[in-house]
């Protein structure tokens, strides 16, 4: 799911540019607005550097933000305790916001 | 009757797209788990206690602290994080060992009562019934997703109702969807027999699987003619009854099934929610995986699929994963049929490589072109028009096959032919030509054309 939003965006923003390749249109039905492709793809970049620093954050965060699950059931997909996975998330946000508002500069 | 238990295990499934987790932890990450843990507690204290708590939990850690007071500020901000790119998506599962059935038999709902449990799919579980007003047998789905809304002005019920009007051999006719005793139900033609993915796993040849092929195309085309995608061909959908009637199963209904006959070449997930991509990942067009909106092309992408397997026995994409499986389809080219099986006919190998353009515009036409083309495969021409090959009409009921006297003395080449036959209104054509069995019984307005291989010179007999 992460990977063809975050192809749809790096299209889009391709497309948006006069680029030859052909269109991805997001369907409205995936509710993923325009806007966000920039924020996508630094996102995705973000990830994959959380990733290197700890696999199951950057996990839980592709399941409560790319497909919406709860932290219940977070918690249930990748089988740790509720409280675990709430650490997880806490902590894998804190981190990317800091990432992302970096990036921004 | 109380409120219907839900029959389905709610299982969430994780799509996983990452290689297994990397067991050596570096420096780095040893630091992050420390970061990360002081980071947590400290935000479980309300914020006025907090800078007492670093004091103790850093001390003289000054990295370490400015780490920790740089995450909470920043997990004070709003996050694009907050808001999820999709809807909460819920992947539901039927397990094969399931509870025990919602109904039982004997028991009645509506006008149906319920003689035994057949099957069970992603929406609900699929029992045999008979319809007491009608005195006939029906297959009777009940559906357990609470969020379908069958009867009101939707999209879905819009094209559940189109789906509903189909009228055509090989479709399986949908009798009606209602609700009764707080239970959803969909009641549609029985069909008893096997599917396309059985057969083909059963080591029917292919020229026979082709033909049932053919035969589905043919209901399939009429359904696009009424503006009705299926959006879920695949060979465990079409099935072929005892009397070698074809029938396409599920049209129309964008929830999809596990079938639990076969769960390594049918498995399909179960997504409902907005946003949800829907399809089984083997079979889906390049434009489903993307969400974008679908035509009868589609269908005909997933047709190419079919024919694929049934030509090579084997899928043109399989990842270890949904989403690897979807990632093939929407951007890698899948092994060249002939390579797999170099005895596929050469036309075969062009119409699935047709089928299955990634552009939906360079595919075939419509259905009906494919279903034409799997006829032109079938006749397998030699010497084209030395062979007697007119077509024969008449009101007639019944046709059966016989052979000039040739064929009783020596046959040394094996002989095979098939019976074409076709419905005609006002001395036209009134819908496709389709490969009928010999003993099948037509009512008048049918003209028949024979197909031998090798060619020779046969009569055909027609029975009034």
């Not at chain 1, 975050?6 to 497309?15: C, G, I, N, P, S």
């Not at chain 1, 970049?45 to 699950?69: C, H, I, M, Y």
């Not at chain 2, 009764?180 to 096997?194: P, R, S, W």
């Not at chain 2, 019976?419 to 389709?434: F, L, N, S």
Request: with cysteine; charged share 20%; proline share 7%.
């Amino acid at each position: 799911m992460r990977r063809i939003l975050v192809d749809h965006a790096r299209a889009h923003l391709r497309e948006k540019r006069g680029g030859g390749t052909p269109t991805l249109v997001l369907n409205e039905a995936i509710d993923c607005p325009e806007g966000r492709s920039f924020e996508l793809i630094a996102l995705d970049d973000a990830l994959d550097g959380l990733a290197k620093l700890d696999r199951q954050q950057s996990r839980v965060v592709e399941l409560r933000f790319f497909t919406g699950l709860s932290i219940a059931e977070t918690a249930e997909v990748l089988g740790v305790s509720k409280a675990t996975a709430n650490r997880d998330w806490v902590a894998a946000r804190a981190w990317l916001s800091r990432e992302l508002m970096r990036g921004k500069c | 009757m109380a409120e219907p238990r839900v029959n389905a295990r709610q299982v969430l499934v994780f799509l996983d797209m990452e290689p297994p987790p990397d067991p050596s932890a570096s420096l780095d990450a040893k630091r992050w788990r420390q970061i990360g843990g002081v980071l947590n507690e400290a935000l479980e204290l309300p914020a006025g206690q907090r800078s007492a708590f670093l004091d103790q939990a850093c001390g003289a850690d000054a990295s370490l602290r400015a780490e920790v007071e740089s995450l909470i500020a920043a997990s004070e901000q709003p996050v694009l994080l907050d808001a999820p790119v999709l809807a909460p998506v819920t992947a539901t599962l039927t397990m094969e060992h399931a509870a025990a059935p919602l109904l039982q038999p004997g028991q009645v709902v509506s006008h149906y009562e319920i003689v035994r449990k057949i099957g069970e799919g992603g929406m609900g579980e699929v029992y045999q019934a008979i319809d007491k007003h009608l005195r006939r047998t029906v297959a009777l789905k009940t559906i357990l997703d609470a969020g379908v809304d069958w009867r009101g002005q939707g999209h879905f019920a819009r094209e559940a109702r189109a789906a509903s009007a189909l009228n055509h051999p090989n479709i399986v006719t949908i009798y009606e969807f209602n609700r009764a005793d707080g239970l959803d139900f969909i009641a549609m033609e029985y069909v008893e027999g096997a599917t396309l993915g059985k057969l083909l796993s059963d080591g029917v040849p292919l020229a026979t699987l082709l033909d049932y092929a053919r035969q589905a195309a043919n209901g399939i085309a009429a359904a696009h003619a009424a503006g009705v995608v299926h959006r879920d061909l695949k060979p465990s959908n079409i099935m072929v009854t005892s009397a070698g009637a074809v029938k396409v199963l599920d049209f129309g209904l964008a929830r999809q099934e596990m079938s639990s006959s076969n769960p390594e070449i049918t498995k399909s997930l179960t997504l409902t929610g907005p946003g949800a991509i829907v399809g089984t990942p083997a079979y889906m067009s390049p434009e489903q995986v993307h969400g974008e909106p679908l035509g009868p092309a589609s269908d005909i992408f997933s047709f190419g699929v079919m024919l694929y397997e049934l030509a090579c026995h084997k899928r043109p994409f399989q990842g270890k994963t949904a989403l690897a499986t979807l990632d093939q389809v929407a951007h890698h080219s899948p092994v060249s049929p002939a390579k797999l099986n170099p005895q596929v006919p050469p036309a075969l190998a062009a119409l699935i490589e047709k089928c299955m353009r990634k552009t939906p515009a360079e595919r075939p036409a419509s259905m009906e072109e494919v279903a034409l083309a799997l006829c032109e495969l079938m006749q397998r021409p030699a010497a084209p028009t030395s062979s007697r090959r007119r077509w024969i009409v008449g009101g007639v009921s019944a046709v059966l096959l016989a052979l000039g006297a040739g064929w009783w003395m020596e046959r040394r080449t094996p002989l095979s032919y098939s019976i074409e036959a076709q419905k005609m209104t006002a001395g036209k054509p009134a819908g496709p030509p389709y490969i009928a069995s010999p003993t099948e019984t037509f009512q008048g307005g049918w003209r028949f054309r024979l197909h031998i291989v090798p060619p020779q010179a046969g009569f055909v007999y027609v029975v009034n």
